[in-house]
C-alpha cells in the first residue's frame, strides 16, 4: 500500500478489528487491514473476538431477497 502504518495501540486496533467486521472501513484501509491480519496475530485476535460477539445479532435479522431490480439503480 502507501505505508500508512496501521494502528498499534490496543484500543486502536481493537477499534479498527470492529470496523473490518461491521464493514465500515473505506476501501484503502479495509485493503490494509485484510493484508496486515495474515501476519498480526494481535488484529487476527481482535477481528476473531469481534466476530463472535457480533454472529449472534445475524440471528435476529429475518432473511430477506433485495427488491427486483435493485442493482440496476
Given at each position: 500500500?502507501?505505508?500508512?502504518?496501521?494502528?498499534?495501540?490496543?484500543?486502536?486496533?481493537?477499534?479498527?478489528?470492529?470496523?473490518?467486521?461491521?464493514?465500515?472501513?473505506?476501501?484503502?484501509?479495509?485493503?490494509?487491514v485484510?493484508?496486515?491480519?495474515?501476519?498480526?496475530?494481535?488484529?487476527?485476535?481482535?477481528?476473531?473476538a469481534?466476530?463472535?460477539?457480533?454472529?449472534?445479532?445475524?440471528d435476529?435479522?429475518?432473511?430477506?431477497?433485495?427488491?427486483?431490480?435493485?442493482?440496476?439503480?
Amino acid at each position: 500500500m502507501n505505508g500508512t502504518p496501521l494502528p498499534v495501540t490496543d484500543a486502536e486496533r481493537d477499534d479498527m478489528a470492529a470496523e473490518w467486521v461491521l464493514g465500515t472501513l473505506d476501501a484503502r484501509m479495509a485493503a490494509m487491514v485484510g493484508q496486515t491480519l495474515a501476519s498480526d496475530p494481535a488484529l487476527a485476535n481482535a477481528v476473531a473476538a469481534w466476530e463472535r460477539l457480533l454472529a449472534p445479532l445475524a440471528d435476529l435479522a429475518p432473511l430477506e431477497a433485495p427488491p427486483t431490480g435493485l442493482w440496476q439503480q
